[in-house]
């Protein structure tokens, strides 16, 4: 039997890849319910979801008692669909780690996550990457290992998330590469790094950074002796900036990509 569901749960995902084909073969609850039980508490779908699909996605949620781990990525959620989301997953105590990513997830998505979230003091690690949720979408996240990687909220975001850095008490690592961060942005997110004791990984790698940003958070980040490893890779700065670093590597003995080797 459950081979057999297995089979039309890979039908489903074939044919979200062919064109021109006849009707989509349905989602059932007995597909996610098989999905699940096979992967012992991880819920892990990519696939093309309807409203409909949606809907049974929530009724189904609220019976995984003892869901750990949920990955939707590339599953076209968007805004609509993380409403239904959230209800499914509103009574849950027991999840951990959350992949959101590249499912079209906006700033009211956020909004809405975060006020689910905000109880959850389980939840290790959330990743929106490849989302749109922009700089109002930042301001909502509260979290511990956080991934918002080609997220475009550039500056004005990086300021929003400065509130986090400044406060938490949980959070060990945060990429924000390719996010349209610039130099005034990380100005903001290294005076909020300055007295900052847990987080130990930091990716700012594919920003704007250039020589200025690269000299300031050389200067900003000299007495944080927590954080260990620090990507800078296609940051935009020379020599100037490069030489501040450097310095900044020499006193603190943080690990620094500043290019392929991180």
Known sequence: MAAAIRENIDNVKNEE??????ERVKLTE??????????LTVLILSMTLTDEDMI?????????????????????????GMQYMADGLRNNTTLVDINFSNTELGCESVRVLAELLGNKTALTTLDLSENNIGDDGVQHLTLTDLYLTTNKFGDKGAQHLCDLLRNTTTLTAVNISNTDIGEEGI???????????????????????????????????????ILKK???????FGEDGKKAIDDYVKKTGCSVCMGDDF
Request: charged share 35%; proline share 0%; glycine share 2%.
């Open 17 to 22: 890849e062919e064109d021109n084909e006849s």
């Open 30 to 39: 007995e597909m996610m319910m098989a999905e699940y039980k096979e992967s």
């Open 56 to 80: 049974l996605m929530s009724n189904v949620l609220k019976k995984l008692d003892d869901l750990a781990i949920i990955r939707l990525d590339s599953t076209r959620l968007d805004d609509v």
């Open 187 to 225: 100005r903001h997110l290294a005076d909020a790094l300055k007295n900052n004791n847990t987080i130990r990984t930091l990716d700012l790698s594919t920003n704007n950074i250039e020589d200025e940003g690269a000299r300031y958070l050389g200067v900003a980040l000299r007495d944080n002796t």
């Open 230 to 236: 620090l990507d800078l890779a296609c940051t935009e």
